[in-house]
């Protein structure tokens, strides 16, 4: 089993920058795709930002082009994602999350893809 923990949220001024981390254990290697997505109040899930680990693909919502960065560290079993020149659109919960099955590197940034979800960490961006 693979178990994510997610670390980095807070409170930040519009212009701000926040870093989030996952913390991934178990069969990492068996995770072909680790994503971000968030969750505002009264709005659907999207997906953020994501990796494909195998190849260091990335891929971005187009909110996040240019502002977020997400990168992993294969020895740390970690995923981070640097969020710069926030927004107060961007308040949200942020999950990181894993996914075993081998489709989400076509769509990475699918939520159903997704399999293991950590426990979220909430962001708040003030104007």
């Known amino acids: 089993q693979v178990q994510l923990v997610e670390s980095g949220g807070g409170s930040v001024q519009a212009g701000g920058s926040l870093r989030l981390s996952c913390a991934a254990s178990?069969?990492?290697?068996?995770?072909?795709?680790m994503g971000w997505f968030r969750q505002a109040p009264g709005k659907e899930r999207e997906g953020v930002a994501a990796?494909?680990?195998?190849?260091?693909?990335?891929y971005y919502h187009d909110s996040a082009k240019g502002r977020f960065t997400i990168s992993q560290d294969n020895a740390k079993n970690t995923v981070s994602l640097q969020m710069n020149s926030l927004k107060p659109e961007d308040t949200a919960m942020y999950y990181c999350a894993a996914a075993s099955g081998g489709d989400c590197r076509f769509w990475p940034l699918i939520s159903d893809l997704y399999n293991t979800w950590g426990q979220g960490t909430q962001v708040t961006v003030s104007s």
């Open positions: 178990g069969y990492t290697y068996l995770l072909p795709c």
């Open positions: 990796v494909y680990t195998g190849g260091g693909n990335t």
